[in-house]
């Protein structure tokens, strides 16, 4: 059981060379961030656990697989499974729990970034930092510009010139809803500072 109410969450969403990105991002955040961070990286099942296995060895912060049921916590790094979809529900202390499930895939993926973003739109939280990493395609999009309605919400865009895929960040960005466009080495700095650690 979570130990307290989560009041700020990082998002992170990936795709086509999402593995490697991930490794410039995710050593560079603070294992004292008062938030947890979720990635939903594009990947078939049975290849994020060693994924979240190499990121923990290359990492301060505690990397692991989604573990079904689980209760999020705070300097914490949470990699959405491989071939499930992955949603975030809140219980009625405003506990943050991972409900997995197998519904058909949407555009083709599962998981699927849209799926989970928009499962916190009816969470009572604080204030929410979405990234968007390299990736073709443009999920992402749908639940960012769904969150952005009635949460408070900074949202990070890889640049283009760092991107293997420009796909996913150029559909926040041409939409006018990345609030800054980062090259990848500059995004584990940027999640601190609004997250208030330096």
């Known amino acids: 059981m979570a130990d307290s109410k989560i009041t700020k969450l990082v998002m992170i969403a990936s795709s086509t060379g999402g593995p490697k ?7 560079f955040i603070s294992k004292n961030i008062p938030a947890p961070v979720v990635i939903v990286q594009h990947m078939p099942k049975g290849f994020t656990a ?5 990121l923990n060895d290359m990492s301060e912060i505690t990397v692991s697989e989604v573990v079904d049921g689980e209760y999020l916590e705070n300097g914490h790094v949470y990699l959405a499974a491989g071939g499930k979809h992955l949603e975030i529900m809140q219980d009625k202390r405003g506990h943050l729990q991972f409900k997995e499930n197998m519904s ?7 998981p699927c970034a849209n799926v989970t973003l928009q499962s916190l739109v009816q969470a009572s939280l604080d ?11 443009a999920d992402g999009y749908l639940g960012i510009n769904e969150l952005r309605n009635n949460h408070n919400l900074f949202t990070i865009a890889q640049s283009k010139e760092t991107c293997v ?3 996913m960040p150029r559909a926040i960005v041409e939409h006018g809803i990345a609030d800054i466009v980062l090259p990848l080495e500059s995004i584990g700095k940027e999640i601190n500072k609004k997250m208030g650690v330096h």
């Not at 058909?104 to 599962?110: E, I, T």
């Open 50 to 54: 060693t994924l979240a296995a190499r």
């Open 165 to 167: 895929v420009y796909g």
């Open 104 to 110: 058909d895939p949407v555009g083709g993926l599962r």
């Open 127 to 137: 204030y929410l930092v979405c990234v968007v990493l390299t990736g073709m395609g």
């Open 21 to 27: 990105a991930l490794q410039s991002v995710i050593p």
